[in-house]
C-alpha cells in the first residue's frame, strides 16, 4: 500500500473521531469556544510534534518565505473558518448527516484544483467526484 494512502486512511480515521468526540464534547456548552480550545490543544501538540522532529530550527525558513507565509496564514484563516462551522454544524445537528456534507469539500477542493491549477482529471475521476457529491447529499438527507 502506498504511503499516502496510508496517511490518507489515517486522515479520514481521525477526523471520524474529532467529529465524534466533538459531538459529545460540545453538550450544553458553546461551540465558538470549544473550537477556540480544540484549536490551542492542537496548536500545542503540533509544536510538541515539530520539536521532536528536531525541526523547530526551520519555522525561520518559512517566515522569511513572505509568499509562503501568506498562502499559510490564508490555510490557517480557512481552517479556522472550516473548524468553526463544522463544530456549529455537529452541535445543531447530527454527525451522520454534517459529515458527508462536510466531505463535500473534496469536490469543491477538485473543482478549485481544476481551474486555479490546471490540473487535469480523467471521464473515471469526474465521475466519481460526482458520485461522491451524490452520495454525500444520499447520507446527508436520506
Known amino acids: 500500500m502506498s504511503t499516502w494512502l496510508i496517511y490518507a486512511l489515517l486522515s479520514a480515521l481521525t477526523a471520524a473521531l474529532a467529529a465524534i468526540f466533538g459531538k459529545i464534547g460540545l453538550q450544553n456548552l458553546d461551540a465558538n469556544t470549544a473550537t477556540a480550545i480544540r484549536a490551542v490543544i492542537m496548536a500545542l501538540f503540533l509544536v510538541g510534534v515539530v520539536i521532536v522532529q528536531g ?11 513572505r509568499k509562503a507565509l501568506l498562502f499559510i496564514l490564508l490555510s490557517g484563516i480557512a481552517g479556522a473558518l472550516s473548524w468553526l462551522f463544522y463544530f456549529l454544524a455537529i452541535k445543531h445537528g447530527k ?6 456534507i462536510d ?14 491549477f490546471g490540473e487535469k482529471i480523467s471521464l473515471i475521476a469526474a465521475a466519481g467526484v460526482a458520485l461522491i457529491t451524490i452520495g454525500a447529499l444520499m447520507v446527508a438527507l436520506g
Do not use: D, H, R, T
Open 95 to 100: 454527525v451522520s448527516q454534517v459529515a458527508p
Open 55 to 65: 525541526k523547530l530550527n526551520l519555522i525561520s525558513e518559512i517566515m522569511a518565505n
Open 103 to 116: 466531505k463535500l469539500s473534496v469536490v469543491f477542493a477538485v473543482i478549485l484544483a481544476v481551474i486555479l
